[in-house]
Nanobody
Framework: QVQLVESGGGLVQAGGSLRLSCTASGGTFSSYNMGWFRQAPGKERDFVATINWSGGSTIYADAVKGRFTISRDNAKNTVYLQMNSLKPEDTAVYFC????????????????????WGQGTQVTVSS
């Protein structure tokens, strides 16, 4: 079973940038499809982005498209989320997870496809 640890969260002003990291231990990271979700207080955990095992395919939620970039470094067992042009509505706890099945388009938004969740990292964007 893979263990995932997120880092890189913090407090940033609107318009700023952060890069989140999710480092895996155990399992074979280079064969895993990965994803990022976020959860704001009192709300459901929502899909942000996903990347396939090679890094050659990515899918984003409409809310972050053009601002966030998901990438990975299989040599470092790490998946990243570069977040630019941050908005107050991006404030949430961000989680990474392993995607267990193939998906395409909006089908990748289904949280039930993901497992082995990390503990999350807080991102706060001030206005």
């Amino acid at each position: 079973q893979v263990q995932l640890v997120e880092s890189g969260g913090g407090l940033v002003q609107a318009g700023g940038s952060l890069r989140l990291s999710c480092t895996a231990s155990g399992g074979t990271f280079s064969s895993y499809n990965m994803g990022w979700f976020r959860q704001a207080p009192g709300k459901e955990r929502d899909f942000v982005a996903t990347i396939n095992w090679s890094g050659g395919s990515t899918i984003y939620a409409d809310a972050v498209k053009g601002r966030f970039t998901i990438s990975r470094d299989n040599a470092k067992n790490t998946v990243y989320l570069q977040m630019n042009s941050l908005k107050p509505e991006d404030t949430a706890v961000y989680f990474c997870a392993r995607r267990r099945r193939y998906c395409s388009g909006n089908g990748c938004y289904d949280i039930s496809m993901y497992s082995d969740w990390g503990q999350g990292t807080q991102v706060t964007v001030s206005s």
